[in-house]
């Protein structure tokens, strides 16, 4: 039989602890902090470059806690034939070229440049990535990544013929 005191003091010490890690995860509610900023207009666009956003809302708020990462959603940029630079992206529209030139996020949102380092993307196997994926629905299958990040040890395997994608599934 447990005294009180040291029932007391066991569940003292497990919510200081809930309390810390979710603090922990909360940090990533705050907006990111960025030392160095361009024009967009003057970033070096060529394909394969991926687009980071950090999106401002309730529902990015959420995947921020959820899977401790300042990330909500990616992109990727990929030029056509003709020279026309698109960000290939999976939204609620589903998979989408958006031309860059007339490209918009959220108000509060920041958008973070990584240029793609190494030898080009070979334009025909992009061509037929993106042919492949266009206009395939978004996936709102939130739960078994979630599971996953909480349950490592047990984790569900996303099946293979699933038909929507997300948007770091377009960009890996």
């Not at 334009?123 to 395939?136: D, K, S």
């Amino acid at each position: 039989m447990v005294s009180p005191a040291l029932e007391s003091l066991i569940a003292s010490c497990l919510c200081i602890l809930a309390m810390l890690l979710t603090a922990a995860k909360a940090l990533h509610l705050f907006p990111l902090q960025c030392a160095r900023r361009c024009a967009w207009r003057q970033l070096p666009w060529k394909s394969g470059d991926i687009l980071l956003f950090s999106l401002h809302g309730l529902k990015e708020d959420l995947l921020k806690f959820c899977f401790h990462s300042h990330i909500t959603h990616v992109g990727m940029v990929v030029t056509d034939t003709a020279g026309r630079r698109y960000v290939w992206e999976a939204t609620r529209r589903g998979c989408t070229l958006v031309p860059l030139a007339g490209y918009n996020f959220a108000r509060h949102s920041v958008c973070l440049y990584r240029a793609l380092r190494g030898p080009p993307v070979p334009p025909a196997a992009l061509r037929r990535a993106v042919r492949a994926n266009l206009g395939r629905p978004y996936s709102h299958d939130y739960w078994r990544p979630v599971y996953n990040r909480f349950f490592p040890s047990l984790p569900l395997a996303t099946p293979a013929h699933r038909r929507t994608r997300f948007c770091t599934d377009l960009v890996a």
